[in-house]
């Protein structure tokens, strides 16, 4: 008797515990989050919903962007759909060379910039050594990522290969998810700032990656009165020798009430979006 007790509570203590993880797994699959992940002096930006994700830029180290992408990967997925990589600089592809070594990736969409250096050579490498496909960003590009959209706003033509520095021709990327929106601005200065205000497009969003980690070159106050952010994300490195972010665009935000969410006195800063009619939260982990 006192077997057949123990043998019933087993099975439904066995049902509850299966109900509350597919009730974790189901959660966690419908909610869409973006990921802005502490890689030092850098960008790595992880947007996932399930078991799809988009990488935008891996940061200055491999060994920093695999740390990173194992927290928030499930063990069992080894595949990003697409990778984003703005433009050349080490600070925002180092990252991806690892991850191209250590996760199948769907596709590349960046611009032809190149840049005469062992890391650009070491991603080029990886990408044909792995046959990964490789699309050119161009404004007007979109993609559809489970019920999210991107639209490329920037650059708004082919890059020259041998185009030498370019911030300016950085992929620039609006993600709308419903009520919520971000704006994705790699390393573009206040030319590439004006030209995507100029093209009439549209970046009131809500959430905004100040361009090149706070550089004084970039986030003029025109832009920001177009932008209209809620929340300004700047990702940085403690102590960095650039002195970013300035004072002029932490000045600059603070007088239009936007709040500012650094990367290097935050750690990861998390958007989780629980479904498109609610404003996504945000938390921090170190
Ligand atoms: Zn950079």
């Known amino acids: 008797m006192l077997n057949r007790k123990l043998y019933l509570i087993t099975l439904a203590v066995l049902a509850v515990l299966s109900l509350y993880f597919s009730y974790q797994i189901y959660t966690d699959a419908s909610r869409l989050q973006v990921v802005f992940l502490d890689v030092g002096q850098g960008d790595s930006i992880l947007i996932q919903k399930g078991t799809r994700q988009i990488l935008i830029d891996g940061g200055p180290s491999g060994k920093v962007e695999l740390a990173k992408l194992g927290k928030y990967l499930p063990y069992f997925d080894r595949e990003i759909d697409v990778v984003i990589a703005t433009h050349p600089d080490k600070d925002h592809i180092a990252g991806l060379v690892e991850a191209a070594r250590n996760y199948r990736i769907g596709k590349v969409l960046t611009t032809a910039a190149g840049k005469d250096t062992q890391v650009y050579k ?165």
């Open 122 to 286: 070491e991603w080029k490498d990886i990408l044909d050594y792995n046959k990964i496909e490789t699309l050119e960003a161009l404004r007007g590009d979109r993609i559809s990522f489970e019920g999210a959209e991107i639209k490329i706003l920037n650059p708004e033509a082919p890059v020259d290969p041998a185009i030498g520095e370019a911030n300016n021709e950085s992929v620039v990327a609006r993600l709308d998810y419903g009520e919520n929106s971000f704006l994705f601005t790699g390393d573009i200065e206040s030319p590439a700032e004006n030209k995507i205000i100029a093209s009439g497009e549209d970046i009131d969003v809500d959430v905004l990656k100040v361009a090149h980690h706070g550089s004084k070159y970039s986030t003029s106050g025109v832009f920001l009165d177009k932008v209209t952010p809620k929340d300004a994300v700047i990702s940085v490195g403690k102590n960095n020798s650039y002195g970013h972010p300035t004072q002029v665009v932490l000045e600059a935000l603070k007088e239009r009430n936007i709040d500012i969410l650094r990367t290097d006195e935050k750690g990861d800063i998390i958007f989780k979006c629980g479904n498109q009619n609610a404003k996504c939260q945000f938390i921090t982990q170190k």
